[in-house]
């Protein structure tokens, strides 16, 4: 809902002028099948940002270059699917940092598969993920930053046992 949207992205605006900053973003679908979300607020002042809520793919896109050319950079994250349609919802702060490279609506197997290899081949490091489902298919979406970091370590539609079993790995 468009104006479920504005409404929450007013009352983030409105607590960013209050002195808080948010740290992070998730859109998901509500009971009763429309969209909600959650922010996660700091009390402490930050970079200008914006945020945005119940984003289409062509949206999200579109915001993600926009913003990116008006200095503002892509920290946080949240694909999700209501009523069989991707939704996104996203952070962004200005400030200055590495290239990124953010990609939706992949494939769990070969198209993630690739990309990763081209942006670990190119010095990019992944650092947000986000998993959904459109349909049956089990989709991704990712933010790769080009920061010459550690390679990071990558797990991908892990059933809950090997998931818990790495984690207590850890």
């Not at 915001?63 to 999700?80: I, K, P, Q």
């Not at 699917?81 to 953010?102: I, M």
């Not at 010459?148 to 818990?164: L, N, Q, T």
């Amino acid at each position: 809902d468009d104006g479920l949207a504005v409404d929450f992205v007013r009352r983030v605006q409105a607590a960013v002028a209050g002195g808080r900053h948010p740290a992070g973003v998730t859109g998901y679908a509500a009971t009763g099948g429309g969209d909600g979300y959650t922010v996660l607020l700091e009390d402490r002042s930050g970079p200008p940002c914006e945020i945005r809520a119940g984003l289409t793919s062509e949206q999200y896109q579109a915001t993600f270059e926009s913003l990116g050319n008006r200095g503002f950079r892509l920290v946080d994250l949240s694909a999700y699917t209501v009523h069989g349609e991707d939704r996104y919802a996203a952070l962004f702060e200005q400030r200055d940092g590495p290239a990124q490279v953010a990609r939706h609506r992949l494939r769990e197997g070969q198209d993630w598969n690739t990309l990763n290899v081209e942006m670990v081949t190119h010095g990019f490091r992944l650092r947000r993920i986000s998993g959904y489902r459109i349909g049956q298919d089990d989709r991704l979406a990712v933010l790769y930053e080009q920061d010459g970091g550690p390679p990071s370590v990558e797990r991908i539609a892990m059933p809950h046992s090997e998931f818990k079993a790495e984690v207590v790995a850890m």
